[in-house]
């Protein structure tokens, strides 16, 4: 099985994306994850699901906002699991902003969660690999929007832009170690923090998944079961030397005008 020999920590792995990657890697053999997230009542529930599966899974709580626990996640899950040599960053704060009423708690708070607090995981992580000289690997979740993003999106899309070039920085200074960094570039997907988000900024109804789906190309967004594969595969040997790529995940392509 691909993933048998992974040891992962899933930051935002307690629901949603994160979740459903923590699941592909379970369901390809890998026994040892760590997730994290802020809920520590959501967090002892998922692990205990992924362990009555057969797996050995913790939950650590951290909070993005603060370095330090960054820092202490990855030396928790080393002594847990012993030292990981897979991360995914799937957590993300979606608050809204424009050019012209975003202020600077929100630019603040986008930038600490989006990408210092992935930077900082990212670092705790790579010392550890280096540490121990593990090939090892990490997929950041980006976004769609870091080709532009709508105007309400404008503190989040630069968030997930500057990730999307902490992905390709990383990867160019550690792949002589053996150390890779992907993205992955999704598009509006379905999940639950979607659902809360679509009804606490926009209003949204109960029925706005399937008033938005009927608009989409393939009528659907897309789904988090559909894109855990391709990040299990970035995090298994099967992808090689890969490193440094951002996939866009979607079905509106970036660049593309209506004909």
Known sequence: MQNRDTRAVIVGGTQGLGSAIARQLLEEGCQRLVLSGRDSEKGRAAAAELA????????????????????????????????P???????????????????PEIWTKLMEVN?????????????????????????????????????????????????????????QAHRRDRIRCNAIACGWMDTPGEDTTQKRFHGASDDWLTEAEAKQPFGQLVKPAEVAPLASYLLSPRSGVMTGAIIDCDQNVAGAYPE
């Open 115 to 171: 990408a210092r607090g992935p930077f900082f995981t990212m670092q705790a992580f790579v010392r550890q690999a280096l540490e121990h000289r593990l090939p090892a690997s990490i997929v950041n979740i980006v976004s769609m929007v870091i080709h532009c993003g709508q105007s309400y999106l404008a503190p989040y899309s630069a968030s997930k832009a500057a990730l999307a070039n902490i992905t390709r920085n990383t990867a």
């Open 52 to 83: 009555a599966l057969g797996c050995e899974a913790h939950f650590v709580a951290a909070d993005l906002g603060n370095i330090e626990d960054c820092h202490a996640v990855i030396a928790e899950a080393g002594r847990l699991i012993g030292p």
């Open 85 to 103: 040599n897979a991360l995914v960053n799937a957590a993300a704060s979606c608050d809204r902003g424009s050019l012209l009423d975003t202020t």
